[in-house]
């Protein structure tokens, strides 16, 4: 068995991305899985491994991390080949900046106890809750949608995958679930079906999870 376990959900888009990230560069993991909808990431045996009560958590010989964003990092630290990150210091600055947008400014809006404190404190229905998701995720694509027009070329920043197309696939995931209208954004599309044809992301699809 691997010696690195991804600990996550099949549906969870942060835990996607690490998917997406490891499938492409090879790296042989062990799932284990928190049923969200039970709320099993926030039982207090978990603590240790998931302080926030969030899920993805990547265990490493003694080292347990955390948040998306520092375990791709450190996933391209460890693993630099394929590069998910250009050379050029400015490129991945755009790269990391580009990812950012969804994972600061989209995501987390929409998280599962975002949309459930919507429904439990603020009495919010069912399509108030689909029109707040819309409204995070139009937003972010409208502008994502101009930077990768700009700096894309097959991909979302030049012509192979990087972060930025690791933090896109689950997005558009998310939003296709939601059922968020994607036709004005033909170069987001475009690059969510390049990714999709490869194998390696193609894997990390959460339907093709064990816990899917
Ligand atoms: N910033 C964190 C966000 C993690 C996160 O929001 N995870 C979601 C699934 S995508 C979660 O565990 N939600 C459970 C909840 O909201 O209770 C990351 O990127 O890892």
Not at 12 to 26: C, D, G, M
Request: charged content about 15%.
């Amino acid at each position: 068995m691997s010696d690195i376990v991804l600990h996550g959900y099949w549906r969870s888009s942060a835990t996607y991305r690490v998917r997406i990230a490891l499938n492409l560069k090879s790296i042989v993991y062990h799932q284990v899985t928190y049923d969200l909808r039970t709320g099993a990431q926030k039982c207090p045996l978990f603590l240790s491994l998931l302080p926030q009560g969030l899920v993805p958590a990547i265990e490493s010989n003694d080292m347990v991390l955390t948040q998306s964003p520092a375990i791709l990092e450190w996933v391209e630290e460890q693993w630099p080949s394929p590069p998910l990150l250009p050379t050029n210091i400015r490129c991945r600055a755009m790269v990391r900046s580009m990812a950012a947008l969804i994972g600061c400014d989209i995501h987390p809006l929409n998280n599962l106890r975002v949309l459930n404190a919507l429904k439990s404190d603020f009495n919010a229905s069912q399509q108030q809750v689909d029109e707040w998701i819309a409204r995070w995720i139009v937003g972010g694509f409208a502008a994502l949608e101009l930077l990768v027009q700009r700096h894309g070329d097959g991909f979302c920043y030049g012509n192979v995958p990087s972060f930025a197309d690791c933090y896109l696939v689950p997005q558009i995931y998310s939003a296709r679930r939601f059922g968020v209208d994607l036709s004005p954004y033909s170069a987001l599309n475009a690059v969510a079906n390049a990714m999709e044809r490869l194998p390696p992301v193609q894997a990390a699809h959460p339907s093709q999870q064990p816990d899917a």
